[in-house]
T-cell receptor
Framework: EPEVTQTPSHQVTQMGQEVILRCVPISNHLYFYWYRQILGQKVEFLVSFYNNEISEKSEIFDDQFSVERPDGSNFTLKIRSTKLEDSAMYFC???????????FGNGTRLTVT | KQEVTQIPAALSVPEGENLVLNCSFTDSAIYNLQWFRQDPGKGLTSLLLIQSSQREQTSGRLNASLDKSSGRSTLYIAASQPGDSATYLCAVGAQKLVFGQGTRLTINP
């Protein structure tokens, strides 16, 4: 069964550094998402992306965050200057239509020290 | 603002029992409700999606129901197995999902 793949599985970075989290969505999907889960808290929506642009973003997704689909297969989340509170599990997801089930990757655990 | 709550936070039952997990939401104007399973350190596996016009969905031993008017959904697991042990999350919305905090289910052999 097709799946969403995320790399790396775990990333450690120092505060203030830039990080790029990578995702390969399911190949025929058109909608792409990033969610995050801070340890012990609920899964939270960050951003949705369709037709090469952001379709919706949450208040968490400020100017420090950006997304890109650079080559038609990868989908990336960049955090420009990481903060301690950015430490979380980041999940990428994709769906074929806007109203169909979201399929999630296994996540990237980001630790900011 | 949509809020999603899941009760109980944790549940431990012996193998073979039928069980029900509960999910409630505050805004009944939802598009979809989706149930996920999360294993420790892993991603979210989609189990069932109920569209707003539907009342229930079934997949194998799982049955999910939706009552929009009361703002509730239940996930029924029949004949539970140790492999069902995981955290179960419900989420409402279409693209922007709002998640509950999950029910951590343990099935004891």
């Amino acid at each position: 069964e097709p799946e969403v793949t995320q790399t790396p599985s775990h990333q450690v970075t120092q505060m203030g550094q830039e990080v790029i989290l990578r995702c390969v969505p399911i190949s025929n999907h058109l909608y792409f998402y990033w969610y995050r889960q801070i340890l012990g808290q609920k899964v939270e929506f960050l951003v949705s992306f369709y037709n090469n642009e952001i379709s919706e973003k949450s208040e968490i997704f400020d100017d420090q965050f950006s997304v890109e689909r650079p080559d038609g297969s990868n989908f990336t989340l960049k955090i420009r200057s990481t903060k301690l509170e950015d430490s979380a599990m980041y999940f990428c997801a994709s769906s074929d239509f806007g109203n169909s089930p979201l399929h999630f990757g296994n996540g990237t655990r980001l630790t900011v020290t | 603002k949509q809020e999603v709550t899941q009760i109980p936070a944790a549940l431990s039952v012996p193998e073979g029992e039928n069980l029900v997990l509960n999910c409630s939401f505050t805004d009944s104007a939802i598009y979809n409700l989706q149930w996920f399973r999360q294993d420790p350190g892993k991603g979210l596996t989609s189990l069932l999606l109920i569209q707003s016009s539907q009342r229930e969905q079934t997949s194998g031993r799982l049955n999910a129901s939706l009552d929009k008017s009361s703002g509730r959904s239940t996930l029924y697991i029949a004949a539970s197995q140790p492999g069902d042990s995981a955290t179960y999350l419900c989420a409402v919305g279409a693209q922007k999902l709002v998640f509950g905090q999950g029910t951590r289910l343990t099935i004891n052999p």
